[in-house]
């Protein structure tokens, strides 16, 4: 596949909407997570509208909302659009609940294109393989980042039991997320 200009409008539009934005408690720019997604997707055979939803699947649900997303659509297309909304928690703001959106999430998972699971499961292994990565520095520092009410190992052992439990998705990506969530879970119940 060769990635086209519309692929290159994406990133740049991606590194636009979330300029000023650090991925939460460190100085590294959230960028960087787009991209880390963006790579997981094509490497797992990913379309190029899967890739552009990659760089934008926070877009809306983190920059502008249900507006974000109609710019989504008038510049990359319905397919674009519709894997990013089927990849936010919601559009709301200031958000709902913790506990609530997760779980909200979860439930959709069956439902979800397999554009948006490719997506989603991509984006959170970036994700976990950050918070592993900061708990070794940090230990149990790091959790003053999150949402009190957050339990992350619980969210992430969850995601890995939603992704399994849907029929035909077959991605190592998920083996890989599980294995990163593994050596979490062991790493916080040695310091628990």
Not at 156 to 162: C, F, G, Q, T, V
Not at 166 to 187: A, F, M, N, Y
Request: aromatic share 8%; net charge negative.
């Amino acid at each position: 596949m060769v990635l086209d200009d519309r692929f290159m409008r994406a990133a740049a539009k991606a590194a636009e909407v979330h300029r000023d934005q650090m991925r939460k408690g460190t100085e590294i720019p959230y960028f960087a997570h787009l991209l880390a997604v963006c790579a997981l997707v094509l490497q797992d055979g990913g379309t190029e509208d899967e890739a552009i939803a990659a760089l934008l699947h926070d877009a809306a649900e983190d920059q502008g909302g249900e507006a974000m997303l109609e710019e989504i659509e008038a510049e990359f297309g319905s397919d674009v659009s519709e894997i990013v909304a089927e990849c936010s928690d919601t559009f709301e703001s200031p958000k709902p609940p913790w506990r609530a959106r997760k779980e909200r999430y979860i439930a959709h998972l069956p439902q979800a294109s397999r554009s948006a699971l490719r997506v989603s499961v991509a984006d959170k292994l970036d994700n976990a393989r950050a918070i592993l990565i900061d708990y070794r520095c940090l230990g149990e520092d790091l959790w003053a980042r999150f949402d009190p009410a957050a339990d992350v190992p619980w969210y992430y052992r969850s995601l890995i039991d939603a992704y399994r439990s849907i029929d035909g998705l077959d991605t190592p990506l998920i083996d890989e997320l599980d294995r990163t969530v593994g050596e979490l879970e062991l790493l916080t119940a040695r310091s628990g």
